[in-house]
């Protein structure tokens, strides 16, 4: 509820209090001061709401009282319907709202393109979109729990967020999946992760499916369903814990780089196009990107570390960088018009 609502609801509660006080007080002079608080009180209640019933404070010959119960009255229901047309505006507008908001999100999908699809937006999910938010890549959030949903649009009013089943396919077609990138599924549940990297390779056969997996027995029933990579929290969790023991500089060495809001850097791999296949490292002048420092290339199922700048590319070979998301999309532009 936004502060303005809110402000008109004390502003009514306060006008409905006042109305209640003045017309229990007036009628506590006018009957005499010989009636109770619990009778003047009745009194006002049943004159505002019109109810009708039995005068408790005699009206009869006094035109005075009757001009009271008049304002009294006129005052009360006033209130009464100020009160009852701000909820109906607030339940109108706030369907409306979600409404519009909802039909304006996917058509933001729909139209996205090359972008992420996140399935399940919990402990794990959140930390995925905060990444794929801090290396500047599109994504969209799919998820059922509404709950969920109003905690990520609490943070930012950029999000694309489609509510549903994302084991449906008219769900995964509204978060645009046919000209999605890729397809994280990552609900706490493995049954329908299964599902929603089964669904997701039907509707798009060339996409890429990361799936959580909280049972490693679970794990080879997700490959064959179409998860190209299966990940399981508790088994990176244990590899951390360990890490953190007897390697604990390096830990903190890629901590530090990923909370590094300045610098972002990250770890990334850039594919080299095969117009660029026969040319050197040398010849990709890496030194125009000075946040850029290349770690090592693949070569099919080989690996070169710290390639000299006189190593020759081949065709499919891809490079790995550690370099912020900046440089790494000046990197992808170069080498697609080389």
């Not at 938010?133 to 969920?148: F, G, H, L, M």
């Not at 077609?173 to 329908?192: C, P, R, S, Y």
Request: charged content about 20%.
């Amino acid at each position: 509820m936004s502060a303005q609502v809110r402000r008109r609801f004390i502003w009514a509660g306060v006008a409905l209090l006042t109305v209640l006080m003045v017309g229990s007080i007036g009628y506590w002079f006018i009957g005499g001061r010989q009636h109770s608080f619990i009778d003047v009180l009745y009194m006002t209640i049943i004159t505002i709401s019109t109810i009708g019933f039995t005068e408790i404070v005699d009206m009869s010959a006094n035109p005075a009282g009757r001009v009271f119960t008049i304002f009294i009255a006129l005052c009360g229901i006033g209130t009464f319907v100020y009160i009852i047309t701000n909820v109906t505006a607030l339940a109108v507008e706030g369907e409306l709202r979600d409404t519009f908001r909802r039909r304006r999100m996917e058509k933001k999908a729909r139209n996205s393109k090359g972008h992420f699809i996140v399935c399940g937006v919990g402990w794990v999910g959140s930390h995925i979109v905060n990444e794929l938010c801090a290396t500047q890549r599109p994504y969209v959030i799919v998820d059922i729990n509404k709950e969920s949903i109003e905690k990520v649009g609490e943070d930012t009013t950029e999000e694309i967020i489609i509510e549903g089943d994302a084991t449906e396919n008219d769900t995964l077609l509204k978060a645009g999946i046919e000209q999605a990138t890729g397809v994280f599924a990552v609900t706490g549940d493995d049954n329908h992760n299964l599902v929603i990297s089964l669904t997701a390779k039907q509707l798009n056969p060339g996409i890429k499916v990361v799936a959580r997996c909280n049972e490693t027995s679970n794990e080879v029933k997700m490959r064959k369903a179409g998860a190209d990579a299966v990940v399981s929290p508790g088994y990176i969790g244990g590899l951390r814990m360990a890490s953190e023991m007897i390697r604990p500089t390096v830990v903190s060495f890629l901590d530090i780089m990923l909370r590094d809001r300045d610098s972002n850097l990250r770890i990334e791999e850039v594919s080299i196009p095969d117009s660029l296949a026969g040319t050197t490292i040398l010849d990709l002048e890496l030194a125009k990107y000075p946040h850029t420092l290349l770690l090592a290339i693949r070569m099919g199922e080989e690996w070169v570390y710290n390639p000299p700048v006189k190593h020759i590319i081949t065709p499919g070979s891809t490079l790995v960088f550690m370099t912020t998301p900046e440089d790494r999309s000046a990197l992808e532009k170069a080498f697609q018009t080389a």
